[in-house]
């Protein structure tokens, strides 16, 4: 369908002998800012690697725009950005953020377009390793959002940040889909659950709620994101005891 960015159909991922995602299903509509919201380790990490095509899988069936994960014709239209730093700190800001639009052959115009959408036009020459945290997260996107991606996945890129870099980057973030980019934002802060158009909410790899925020709290009859998840967990555990 044209207005699915991400299709995930009965995914299993196995660690060890341990299932970290259980027959996982979900879509992630084109165009818009999708939660990924959940406890850590509950699958997360493991379901946006998977979307990316860097995660080996068991079993089922992901699909980006059309295409099988992983495919080579999407490397140019997925931008990652990992938990762990993914830019060089010896470099500066320009020349990391250069150097990824070179293996994609753009041009350094391109680079220097991303690091102002980002917000570090005034530290493009300042050395990444002497960038505070906000910043080097940000210098992390502008590298990961250079080939002008269609999908943006988004590993808790606001982790370890103050409220107002927080509050910086959703706006960065609602920037984006606003322009047509589809996102897909990890976190296990449910405050930033209600700047989400939608919610994946994930707990030891199975999808408890898929839905507007509101609907969801609406579901768990609680204004509250924090007790709605907690509501949904008891409403599932009373069902499985039944």
């Not at 989400?196 to 609680?222: N, W």
């Amino acid at each position: 369908m044209d207005n699915i960015a991400i299709g995930v159909e009965d995914l299993v991922v196995k660690r060890g002998h341990r299932r970290v995602l259980h027959k996982f299903s979900c879509t992630v509509p084109a165009g818009s800012v999708t939660g990924l919201l959940g406890p850590s380790g509950s699958g997360k990490t493991t379901l946006m690697r998977a979307i990316v095509g860097v995660q080996i899988v068991e079993s089922g069936k992901v699909t980006v725009l059309g295409k099988p994960a992983g495919h080579k014709d999407l490397r140019r239209e997925i931008g990652y950005l990992t938990q762990d730093p993914s830019v060089y700190a010896d470099l500066t800001v320009r020349e990391n953020t250069r150097y990824f639009a070179a293996l994609y052959g753009l041009s350094a115009k391109t680079a220097d377009a991303a690091i102002r959408d980002v917000g570090l036009a005034d530290h493009a020459n300042q050395l990444v390793g002497d960038l505070s945290g906000g910043q080097h997260s940000r210098a992390s996107l502008a590298c990961a959002i250079v080939s002008q991606p269609k999908v943006l996945v988004l590993d808790e890129p606001t982790v370890g940040q103050d409220p107002v870099l927080r509050d910086e980057l959703w706006h960065r973030f609602r920037a984006f889909a606003e322009s047509g980019m589809t996102l897909l934002v990890s976190s296990h802060v449910m405050d930033e659950a209600n700047r989400c158009d939608r919610l994946l909410l994930i707990r030891e790899g199975e999808l408890i709620a898929d839905d507007s925020p509101a609907a969801v709290k609406q579901r768990a009859g609680t204004d509250d994101l924090d007790q709605a998840f907690l509501n949904l967990i008891r409403e599932i555990g009373a069902g499985v005891k039944s």
